[in-house]
């Protein structure tokens, strides 16, 4: 039998301290959010609701000046609420004091909050009911629609023919995105990059740059490689392909982070390099979800296709746009309908292709 | 001496102690069975013998050389003569079984053929030398998840011994069996132990099971070995000390 050896490990430090460090982030966290919370109302109220609103400027002053001392006042509100642990964010971040100041200071600014929100939505917006109800509106709408319900089928095949270029937008820009969205995806999996520092700087920047990426809609992108390539199908494609890259990257990573620790483990154990286990352990459970997400982007990316035409990506969508520009809307609502025929037609087939690989 | 463990101590980043000085050796052909109760760091010694988790302090010496420094190919190299079983057998369900059992050969495998998965006849061969070993050549064709619960963790151990290993670890590897497959499922450690001459470390929960295979245990309780010494001297006293006054001995067969 073994005696306990005396070693300077002591568990219960170690999970105190890291209590500590916890609450003090919590903090810092707590102050940073209570000046936005403050330096936003200010804002808000100032600019939205006195200037817009009650003053009905149309211009509105701006002074850099102002707004530091502005800022300067949300600092230190904002700090000192914070500070005394009876604002909001404590409250949000668990660290606030428990009494009724604390709990009627957060109802109350939380309904301000919410209150000065929606107005000021409501002013930005300029919800105009009388708009929506004006005779020569409705008169306007009823001419619209009338002509898109008898859609002009004399341009049938021309608009076949934008349609048939659209899928294989999609397609193409579905199909080039596999591998790179493959390889980048491993690298953006947290439990294969987290064990070492260098590869963990990997992921981290990597995921930074996908977000970015796939945080710019694909109509941008068309307009950026429209600019770059020339307006067209090839600028309409790039701009699906890079922004089918960023986001199937991180649905692919994604599937990576919830296989199954328990294979990886065993092959691991046998000696196997990281490549071996990747390709032995990790591939063979990703390759249906992977195949299933890639099916549905094809899909999606149909739909998007459309809308990048509207911007001179070519195929129906910039059908759609010319005769929108030349108010022929018979011929309009024609392409409408077929863009709503084939957007329900590939919903249906890439569902069923879906079921069929689970 | 084929393994040397040293004052090993693990502390989980929760804070928890599993492992509080654990000291003891291995010689060559043993079949050492580890017991103790749930949560006792039985699993937890394992992991750390081949490590698939990083000890916080001690030593394992491996073949007298200490492994629990070592990085890299080298780590690598030791991993590939130490097989482990799991409890839930961690196949890759949607391959085949001959599949499976020839990831175990990976290690010495080239990784570009590898992934191409062009191997050798010579490895086909030691494949389903493997296979006959646990009596299941007729299956090696079929997906891993088609297998019962037995036939699936003989095929965990067909994959294991690809590996050639010097030492096979086993972490409760009947636990999700019923007690007749139990039984067969551990014969085949039994066999493997005593012909091939493969030193054996094995989690276990049945007295039974652990009497009738062991030739040597261990007992854990709260991350102390408490106990070391024949199966059969594991008598009504030492028993209730390992496993609580409450507890009653179940028999298997
Ligand atoms: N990954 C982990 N992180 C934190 N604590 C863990 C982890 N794995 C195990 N533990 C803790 O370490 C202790 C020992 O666990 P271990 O799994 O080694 O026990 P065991 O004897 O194998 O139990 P069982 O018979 O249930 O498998 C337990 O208290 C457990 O909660
Ligand atoms: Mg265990």
Redesign the interface.
Known sequence: ?????E?E?H??N??EENKKREHKYNLYKAILLDIFFVFYSILVVQRAIYYKFFLDLRELPFSWNEIILLFIISVIIGASWAISRTSLSCKLFGIAKENKTTKWSVEIFAWFLFDITFIAGWVVTKISIVGLFSSEGLQGAERLFSALFHPQFGIFDDALFAMIETIYIALIATLISIPPTLLISFFTARNLMKENKITFAVYYVLRIILNFVRSIEPLIWAIIFSVWVGIGPFAGMIALLVHTIASNAKLYSEAIESI?E??V?????????K??VV???VV??I?LPFLSFTIYRWDINVRMATIIGLVGGGGIGTMLMQYQGLARWREVGLIILMIAFVVWVMDYISAKIREAIY | MLLKVK?L?K?YK????AL????FEVEEGEFLVVIGLSGSGKSTLLRCI?R?IEP??GIVEFQGKDITHIKGEEL?????????V?Q????????SVLSNVI???????G?FE??LEKYSDDVYQEAYRCLDTVGITDKAKIRADALSGGQQQRV?IA??L??NPKLLLADEPVASLDPATSNSVMQYFEKINKDLGTTVICNLHFLSLVRRYATRVIALRAG???Y?GAPRDIDENWFKTIYGEEAEEVEIR
Not at chain 1, 1 to 5: C, G, H, L, Y
Not at chain 1, 265 to 273: D, H, P, Q, R, Y
Not at chain 2, 103 to 109: A, F, T, V, Y
Request: glycine fraction near 8%; avoid cysteine.
């Open positions: 039998m073994i005696k306990e050896p070693l490990i568990p219960q170690f999970i199954e328990g294979p483990e065993a092959i691991s154990a046998t000696g196997a390099n490549v071996q390709w032995h352990a063979p459970q390759v | 004052n101590h502390i929760s804070g928890t102690h509080k000085g654990v000291s081949n698939l916080t302090s690598r190299l030791a991993k590939m003569k130490i097989g482990m799991f839930q057998f961690n196949l890759i369900k949607r391959k990831n175990g050969k990976l290690g010495s495998l990784t590898s992934i965990a994959r294991s690809m590996q102390e070995i408490i070391e």
